[in-house]
């Protein structure tokens, strides 16, 4: 077995001719692939406004993944809490955990995760990511039974203690992470640019906590695998377009010759950087990029978006990866 433990960020896509349902469905099934395989959690990743992506309940689907598996930790990759209180999240994950015990992970961030338009609708003041270390602070004290606001704690929730993750694209959260001792997710597999420098920042200035005595990075990584290189590359492409139509195009159905003209334009530079960190490929060349993305990044875990842009396509990804790593 690899050194380095290996888990899944399942964005719960939704292609144009599905339904959300289908994407719970196909949820349900990649988490008892990962299960068996040995995988060791699975991540959800709360985003709003947007029609291929079905997670932006993000509890929610953890509850519904939980309930259909038996033992692979399940959690947020993350909670906006910006977005939220820090007691209705404490509320939420304490009853995730009383209903899952020692299974749920809490990965928080500070952005949106939407547009500017869309947190309007959340009614999320534009201060509120201001606020975003002391709202950390004010739910971990929840969930630790020791609320930081006289006559209020979390029920469900308080004394369960869930672990909490620091997710991150730039050094803020590498600072914040360090400074109260928490483990950090970098989101290398989008945002690649500040991944070194971020995880240095993290390991010299860490703090231990009560949560954890040594610094943990995962490191997040695009991954394709398939038994042929020209049909991963051919889903690489495809897993590119469909960038193209979500980041660059939104709203407008692009055929794939024109998706591939903005990829070759200086705007679709920017797309092909995001995907900068990708293990494309056959099983032993997925594993050996893997490995030495491992090293590279200085990770003590890595999570794989998986870029299938079809839920059989990313189950057999999953599926070829879990035989070549484990």
């Known amino acids: 077995m690899a050194s380095v433990p290996l888990s899944i960020l399942d964005l719960a896509p939704v292609r144009q001719d599905e339904t959300p349902r289908d994407s719970f469905t196909a949820s349900v099934a990649l988490a008892r692939l990962a299960e068996q395989a040995g995988y060791r959690r699975i991540w959800y990743a709360e985003h709003h406004n947007m029609k291929s992506i079905a997670s932006s309940a993000t509890s929610v689907l953890i509850a519904h993944v939980a309930a259909h598996t038996e033992s692979i930790r399940l959690g947020s990759g993350g909670v906006m809490l910006p977005n939220h209180s820090p007691l209705v999240i404490a509320e939420q994950f304490g009853t995730l955990e009383a209903l899952h015990p020692g299974r749920i992970d809490l990965g928080l961030g500070r952005a949106p995760g939407s547009d500017q338009a869309t947190m309007y609708a959340i009614r999320r003041d534009p201060a509120s990511s201001d606020r975003f270390p002391e709202d950390v602070q004010e739910l971990q004290a929840y969930l630790a039974g020791e609320s930081l606001v006289p006559g209020v704690s979390a029920h469900p929730g308080s004394g369960s203690r869930v672990p909490l993750y620091i997710l991150g694209s730039s050094l803020f959260g590498a600072q914040l ?20 420098q971020a995880v240095s920042i993290y390991r010299e200035r ?121």
């Open 177 to 196: 992470a360090a400074l109260l001792g928490l483990p950090f997710a970098f989101a290398s597999h989008f945002a690649p640019q500040a991944l070194h």
């Open 206 to 326: 860490f703090t231990p906590s009560a949560q954890l005595d040594a610094p943990h990075v995962i490191a997040g990584v695009n991954v394709i695998a398939s038994e042929s290189e020209d049909d991963a590359a051919e889903q690489l492409q495809a897993a590119k377009r469909s960038r193209v139509r979500t980041l660059a195009r939104p709203g407008r159905r692009l055929t794939d010759e024109e998706a591939d003209i903005v990829l070759s334009s200086p705007e679709g530079r920017q797309i092909e950087s995001m995907v900068r960190y990708s293990a494309v490929g056959r099983p032993d060349e997925v594993r050996d990029y893997l490995e030495g993305f491992a090293k590279d990044a200085d990770a003590d875990e890595l999570i794989v978006a998986l870029q299938s842009p079809a839920s059989d396509k990313r189950l057999r990804s999953a599926e070829l990866l879990a035989d070549a790593w484990f």
